[in-house]
């Protein structure tokens, strides 16, 4: 019942606002709230085909979808097809007729982010798009992030019906390995970085976090790994001079010197996700797997350890590796030697002034239709995505997609009475930033 009464009364909000959109403005509104059943059906047409990033037939039939839906909403298409090597499936690209046609564009010039692939494996189990209750579904992928790719194109698919893409310069790019980005990121992400270069604003539509809060930051991913080697012997020596204190406490003074360290630090986060020693280990980096053998009168001779880092700028990228360096380096306990290695993955969208422009369009577009400001999220609650790649080139803003619960989950879910005033709030701010 409460959560009744809080639809209501946004709505009765929105309903008080009409006055602050114009004419068109309007007529944008009323097309989406008369096509949202239709947006439920592509919604419920997405989530039900497999589309896990190395299902490549499946992200290709989801690609195929919303290739029809761009078209009707006016947009030329095409298929960027990925090398055989890399094992995916390549990405989707829709533009406006203005984005070849400089003279004939208006307003800023917009780069849209989708993505066709989900976390969902055809060997995982299924999870067909289902209504719980009158409000909310459940589906593979429905809020990360085939609801978000439904927002967009219902939103330009309104622009369309109005006549308000016909000057817009406008490309939309759904990638179909954002869950796991083909290797080397130079040819699974050139054309999409290429593409973006040559815009002016990135609107990225992964989870909403309700309706007045967007991303205007996310932090960046990257890996490390840790390998020591020490001596090895009968346990009965540890700890003294002449036999060493072995690979596993080394490993473990650095990691938690690690800890001790940066751990306090905002923004900044490091997981070992693997540690595995042993008096005979074995390790295969492609695969992320490795065996031992561990024996408790021997001391360990060797360790791996692997994990992530994340944090929200470069600069607080390389402070931290050199200080995991200085770490790893120094202070070594007998007969132990180690080494860190680093892995860039992706980028981070770092805070920016430009950023911020854009979040007061948005937040001018969400006063108007009485949800009120908008403001932004914790960069901290978010991972790395896609945006994150052409962060250093152009104005972003991400979250703009469908709200929800449970992404990555079987059991993932998304809230569809928020659905109609998230379509309207893209649609509108397309609109003004292309006006």
């Given at each position: ?142 809020n990360d992030m085939k609801g978000g790719d439904v927002v ?135 695969k992320s797997f490795g065996s031992t053998i561990g024996k ?140």
């Amino acid at each position: 019942m409460k959560k009744l009464l809080v639809v209501i009364l946004v709505a009765l909000s929105f309903t008080n606002a009409q006055a602050q959109l114009t004419k068109e403005e309007k007529k944008l509104m009323e097309y989406i709230d008369a096509n949202m059943p239709r947006a439920i059906e592509l919604l419920k047409e997405s989530v039900n085909v497999n589309s896990g990033t190395l299902n490549i037939e499946g992200v290709k039939k989801v690609g195929a979808i919303y290739r029809r839906e761009l078209e009707k909403a006016g947009m030329q298409t095409e298929w960027i097809s990925m090398p055989d090597s890399l094992k995916r499936a390549g990405h989707l690209v829709a533009s406006t007729p203005a984005v070849n046609n400089s003279k004939k564009s208006k307003g800023k010039k917009l780069f849209l982010i989708g993505h066709l692939d989900t976390v969902f494996e055809p060997d995982m189990p299924a999870n067909p798009f289902t209504m719980i209750n009158d409000s909310t579904a459940t589906g593979q992928g429905a809020n990360d992030m085939k609801g978000g790719d439904v927002v967009m194109i219902i939103a330009l698919q309104a622009l369309q019906a109005q006549g308000l893409l016909k000057d817009a310069a406008i490309t939309a790019y759904f990638t179909g390995d954002e869950e796991h980005a083909g290797y080397p990121r130079e040819v699974s992400r050139g054309d999409f970085i290429e593409r973006a270069k040559k815009a002016e604003v990135a609107l990225a539509f992964e989870g909403a976090n309700g309706l007045r809060s967007v991303a205007t930051a996310r932090r960046g991913a990257s890996g490390w790994k840790l390998e020591v080697n020490a001596k090895t012997g009968h346990s009965s020596g540890v700890f003294t001079p002449y036999a060493g204190y072995g690979a596993i406490y080394e490993a473990a003074r650095i990691l938690n010197s690690f800890r001790e360290q940066l751990s306090q630090e905002k923004y900044l986060t490091f997981n070992p996700g693997l540690f595995i020693g042993g008096s005979d280990m074995q390790y295969d980096d492609a695969k992320s797997f490795g065996s031992t053998i561990g024996k408790t009168n021997i001391i360990a001779p060797s360790t791996v350890v692997i994990g992530d880092l994340r944090f929200l700028t470069e600069e607080q990228k390389n402070k931290a590796r050199a200080v995991m360096s200085t770490i790893v380096n120094n202070n070594n306990l007998t007969g132990a030697r180690a080494k860190i290695t680093f892995q860039d993955g992706i980028p981070s969208m770092a805070p920016t002034e430009g950023n911020d422009k854009i979040l007061n369009i948005i937040s001018g577009v969400t006063v108007d239709m009485g949800l009120g400001a908008t403001v932004a999220g914790d960069p901290g609650s978010r991972g790395a995505g896609d945006i994150s790649y052409i962060a250093a080139y152009v104005d972003c803003i991400d979250g703009l997609g469908a709200s929800g619960k449970g992404a990555h989950a079987v059991g993932e879910t998304i809230n569809l009475n928020e659905l109609p005033f998230l379509i309207k709030r893209a649609a509108l701010t397309m609109h003004r930033l292309t006006k």
